[in-house]
Structure formats: structure tokens, C-alpha cells
């Protein structure tokens, strides 16, 4: 006799599968209720950046004589403000994560971590389809991919661990403290500017420069002793521990070989690891205490 299989029950589920569904039902209501309501619609994806891009690339090249970044610059630019938009996005909206959903998240026993995780997925989506906005310039303007695209998974993974552990840290906080909400988004404005979004990590004091690749720095410094006192504890290497530098490298190596630094990529990635335990020690803390404030 054929047996055939049935379907498995929501209960039977293991509960890495029933948080996936959910993560993914509430990241498709959040991209749904985005959009629906839009005429443009997903075309607002592809014109926020394009248009934050169109205005720095205008103001550097045309109006001043920009001695910073990489040719294309609207290349160089792109490939670090769409990540940023989707860290400052998640990270922007996961300070109202439990006040805005408080009625659903008493309801439910859904694991409250995923109210953070729902924000950080809809905005990478909404990054993932900005992509092709990157890909027309590289087109038109001549940019070559090479090998280090292969990176761009890398990158992805680490700003995800990085902004899940940043929501995790102020959206708990921001129950208690509703004007630490203001303080995020100023913070997030010095952010913009302290990252290497309209410049390189290697145009900041201390770095090798745009005459020398960001893999043969260590090379260089060995050749040039007399650098050597300029480059340690410099502002290039305090920019490293800003994990977005890291980050930034990454993406931006996949046109711009030069831009790849590894030490970048570890800091990034050990202070990315540090933040999300941090996030999760204070969700953990403060989770108790969140469900009795909303």
C-alpha cells in the first residue's frame, strides 16, 4: 500500500520553522501595506536613492571639484547609500518597533525579536530591489565587475547581524525612554557623514591614499617606514571600528578593487558580532519589563 505524506500542522512545526513563516508573513504585510497605499509604488525604491544620489553627485562633481572617492563617482557613491538607506531605515523604524505594533505583540506568543527582525528584512528587500538602480549607472557609465563581487553575500550578512543588533539595542530602550527616539535620528546624521559614504576610508587621514590600493597598504607602509607614525591611531584607524566602513568596503570592491580592506572587513565584522550580543543581552533585560509598558 502507497502511503503518501501529509501536511504538516502549524503545531508539528519545528520553531525555527514557525519563526521563519512569521518572519516572513509580517516582512510581506510591512512591504504590502508600504506600497499599497502608493501610487508609484515600488518605483519609490528606485527613486529615493536615485534621487539622494542625483543631489551629492551634483553637488561634487559639478558645483565642487571633488579630490575624493573613485571614478564613476555616481558608482562609488551608489554602492555605499544604498546600504546606508537600508541601515538607517531599519535602524530608524526599529525605534517605534514595540510601541507601534503594542496591541498585536501582547496578543500573540510570537518571539519578540522578530518585531525587530520583520523591520531589518522589509528594508533589505527594499535594498535588494534597489539594486538594478546600481547596476543602469555601472552600465552607463562603464564600470567593470570584477571577482569581488562574490563579496556582496559577505557584505549583506554582516550588515544584517549589524542592524538586527542595533534594533534589538534601541528598540526596547525607546520604550522607556521615548526621547531617545530623536536622539537615534541625530545620531544617525553624524553617522552619515562620519561613514565613508561621499568619500573613501582611504582619503581620511592616515590611509594610504587613492594612490595606493587598500590590500597593498601594509605592503606600502613596509616600503615608506617614515609613514608608518602617521597611519597608527590615526582617523583612519578609528573609522575601522564604525562597522560600516567595513561594510562599505566590501560592496564597493566589487567595482573598485582597490577600495577591499581586510583589516576594515574584521574590525566590521568583529564589532558587528559584539553589537548583536549587546542587542540581545538587552532585549533579554528589558523584554519583561517592555511587555508591561505597552
Not at 597598504?217 to 609613514?227: E, I, R, S, V
Not at 597608527?232 to 573609522?239: A, K, N, R
Request: hydrophobic residues 55%; positive net charge.
Amino acid at each position: 500500500m502507497t502511503s503518501f505524506p501529509t501536511e504538516v500542522r502549524p503545531a508539528q512545526r519545528s520553531p525555527f520553522s514557525r519563526y521563519r513563516q512569521s518572519l516572513w508573513l509580517l516582512t510581506r504585510r510591512d512591504l504590502r501595506v508600504r506600497y499599497s497605499t502608493s501610487v508609484l509604488g515600488y518605483l519609490w525604491s528606485i527613486l529615493d536613492p536615485l534621487v539622494m544620489s542625483a543631489i551629492y553627485w551634483f553637488v561634487f562633481t559639478v558645483i565642487f571639484k571633488r579630490d575624493v572617492g573613485e571614478n564613476p563617482y555616481i558608482v562609488f557613491l551608489l554602492a555605499a547609500l544604498l546600504p546606508w538607506m537600508w541601515f538607517n531605515g531599519a535602524v530608524s523604524d526599529s525605534t517605534r518597533a514595540y510601541i507601534r505594533e503594542a496591541k498585536l505583540i501582547r496578543s500573540t506568543k510570537i518571539p519578540r525579536t522578530i518585531w525587530v527582525n520583520r523591520i531589518v528584512a522589509s528594508k533589505g528587500i527594499e535594498f535588494l530591489l534597489s539594486l538594478p538602480v546600481l547596476a543602469f549607472f555601472a552600465i552607463i557609465s562603464g564600470a567593470r565587475l570584477n571577482v569581488d563581487v562574490l563579496l556582496f553575500p559577505v557584505a549583506i550578512l554582516i550588515q544584517t547581524v549589524l542592524t538586527v543588533g542595533v534594533g534589538l539595542i534601541v528598540a526596547p530602550l525607546v520604550v522607556f525612554f521615548r526621547d531617545l527616539e530623536r536622539a537615534v535620528k541625530l545620531a544617525l546624521r553624524f553617522l552619515f557623514y562620519a561613514s565613508p559614504i561621499i568619500y573613501s576610508a582611504r582619503d581620511l587621514p592616515g590611509g594610504c591614499g587613492a594612490g595606493v590600493a587598500a590590500r597593498h597598504c601594509a605592503a606600502y607602509l613596509t616600503a615608506h617606514p617614515g609613514a608608518q607614525t602617521d597611519v597608527l591611531f590615526s582617523l583612519h584607524f578609528w573609522s575601522a571600528f564604525n562597522p560600516l566602513t567595513g561594510i562599505f568596503s566590501l560592496y564597493r570592491s566589487a567595482f573598485f578593487p582597490e577600495e577591499l580592506d581586510w583589516f576594515l572587513v574584521g574590525v566590521s565584522a568583529a564589532m558587528s558580532l559584539v553589537l548583536l550580543g549587546i542587542g540581545w543581552a538587552v532585549f533579554r533585560h528589558f523584554e519583561r519589563d517592555v511587555l508591561k509598558e505597552i
